[in-house]
Nanobody, 118 residues
Framework: QVQLEESGGGSVQPGGSLRLSCAAS????????MGWYRQAPGKQRELVAA???????NYADSVQGRFSISRDNAKNTLALQMNSLKPEDTAVYYC????????????WGQGTQVTVSS
């Protein structure tokens, strides 16, 4: 089983940037589709970006063109570069395995808080 730990969140002004990191331990990281989910206050958790083991990416419409997901299978790491941040990006961000239907496939970590505010 893969265990996941997120880091890199913080508080930024609108238009700013942040880079999130996810460190995975355990076996099998390189074979999974991985993704970044987020949960804003009062809202359901949603998948915002995903990447296949071979590096093919997919994004939610709300972050397309602003966020970039990447992975390093040799280091068991996942990253999310977030640019042009908006207040509506404020949420707790989590990494996880992505299953069919965008459903999460692993255990949730504690997440990392991203706050975008002026």
């Amino acid at each position: 089983q893969v265990q996941l730990e997120e880091s890199g969140g913080g508080s930024v002004q609108p238009g700013g940037s942040l880079r999130l990191s996810c460190a995975a331990s355990g076996s099998g990281f390189g074979i999974y589709v991985m993704g970044w989910y987020r949960q804003a206050p009062g809202k359901q958790r949603e998948l915002v970006a995903a990447i296949t083991s071979g590096g093919r990416t997919n994004y939610a419409d709300s972050v397309q063109g602003r966020f970039s997901i990447s992975r390093d299978n040799a280091k068991n790491t996942l990253a999310l570069q977030m640019n042009s941040l908006k207040p509506e990006d404020t949420a707790v961000y989590y990494c996880n395995i992505v299953r069919a239907g965008s459903l999460p496939g692993g255990y949730w970590g504690q997440g990392t808080q991203v706050t975008v505010s002026s």
